[in-house]
Structure formats: C-alpha cells, structure tokens
C-alpha cells in the first residue's frame, strides 16, 4: 500500500515540474505558423535539453569546486562570478551546442523563426527537467514560483538566443560568413548576459537586488512576448 499511494504522489510532482514548459512550448509551436518543424526534431531537442542539464549539472559542481579554492563565498564578487561565469556560461554553452549539433545544417531550418523555435525548446527542454529536481527537493510549495520565474526566464533568454541564430543561418546562406559568425556569437553572448544577470539579483538577496530582480522579469517577459510576435509576423525563408 506504501508504494501504491507513492505513484499518485510522484504524478503530481512531474506534472507540477513539467506542465509550465510544456504550456509554454504548445504556445510557440502555435505561434510557427508557416510551416511546422518536424515532431521527431523538436522531440529530439527536447531530449537534448535534458541532456544538457545534466552535464551542465557535472560542469558546474566542477566550475565551482575550482572557484571556491580563489574566491571567498563571503567576498561580494563571488556570486557575480557564479552568475555569469559559471552558471550562464556553462549552462547557455550547453543547450547552444547541442542545439547547433542538430538543427545548424538540418534540412528543416530554413526560415529566420525556426532558430527561436529551436532554441526554446532545447531550453524548455533544460527548464522542465531542471524543475523536476526542484520540486522533488523542495515539495511542491516551490512550484508556483518556479513556473512564473524560473521557466520564463529559460525561455526568454531562448528567445534573445534564437533570434540571433536565425540571422546567423540567414548570412549564412547568404554566403556572408563574417555577419553569420557575428550573430553565432551573439546568440550565445546575449543569452549569458541575460542569464548571468538573472541569477545575479536572484542570488544577491537584497533589497536592492530583489526589486532589480522583479523589474527584470517584468522587462524581459514584456520584450520576450513582443519579439515573438515580431518574429513569428515578420518570419521569411531562408
């Protein structure tokens, strides 16, 4: 009877962990209108999304082993370094080379969109699975705040991420390899400022930080929002 009541239990924190990315990924696979990307590729950057959290679990725990033997946890530094050059670094670096793997030379990426599309869903991907081992540490009190803040936040970094790759492909095929390799670099640079900035107030716990903090999600939700738009009415081929 005692594993019989556990499966309910474990139900209800998957799908509190998971049901805020994949609402959020039905809503930008409404919003590819032209033409759909293949169920199999999107599946597959989902998977590699979770892949992705999972060695950049592995790379963290180093990052921060090396950082603790230079730095000082109490010096004020210490969590700026975190942020950006660990955090954000590592796990933006992961789902922008898995997601280039797969989709950079894929038949499929041949309208500007496809790069937001693929980009968030490997960063949803990351999110969802990420959530689950929140949920299942901290109970399910953390789920709302997690699905208001943390999800949103993986997926407007995306955002900004795959607007920049959708150009990079775009020179690309264009025979431009300077602006493509330009924008390569800003897909991943403008989705660790983002990230690395996100954590940064979050981490800080001041005050101060605290209201930085929620003026930023407000600002990002609202650009992230607008840019889609923009993006999905304003799509063209490759």
Not at 17 to 30: N, Q, S, W
Not at 33 to 54: Q, R
Not at 143 to 171: D, E, N, Q
Not at 196 to 211: E, N, R, V, W
Request: charged share 15%; proline share 3%.
């Amino acid at each position: 009877m005692f594993y019989i009541n556990l499966i309910p239990v474990g139900i209800v924190y998957i799908l509190a962990a998971v049901l805020p990315a994949a609402l959020l990924l039905f809503y930008m696979y409404r919003k590819d209108t032209i033409e759909k990307e293949p169920a199999g590729l999107l599946f597959k950057l989902i998977g590699l999304g979770v892949l992705a959290a999972i060695v950049s679990g592995g790379l963290e725990g180093a990052a921060i082993t090396v950082l603790d033997r230079f730095i000082s946890v109490a010096n004020p530094l210490y969590v700026i370094i975190l942020a950006f050059l660990v955090v954000a670094v590592v796990e933006e670096g992961t789902k922008y080379i898995f997601m280039k793997l797969i989709t950079w030379k894929n038949p499929h990426f041949n309208f500007r969109f496809d790069g937001i599309i693929y980009a968030v869903f490997i960063s949803l991907g990351f999110a969802a699975f990420e959530n689950i081992g929140y949920v299942a540490g901290y109970g399910l009190t953390i789920a709302p705040t997690r699905a208001l803040l943390a999800i949103p936040g993986h997926m407007s970094f995306a955002v900004f991420m795959g607007v920049f790759y959708g150009r990079a492909r775009l020179w690309a095929n264009r025979g431009d390899d300077q602006k493509s390799s330009v924008n390569r670099k800003l897909a991943y640079l403008v989705a660790v400022f983002l990230h690395g900035f996100y954590d940064a107030c979050a981490m800080k716990q001041t005050a101060l930080s605290t209201i930085i903090f929620f003026a930023f999600i407000i600002a990002i939700d609202i650009l992230m929002i607008s840019t889609i738009k923009k993006e999905a009415l304003t799509d063209h081929p490759l």
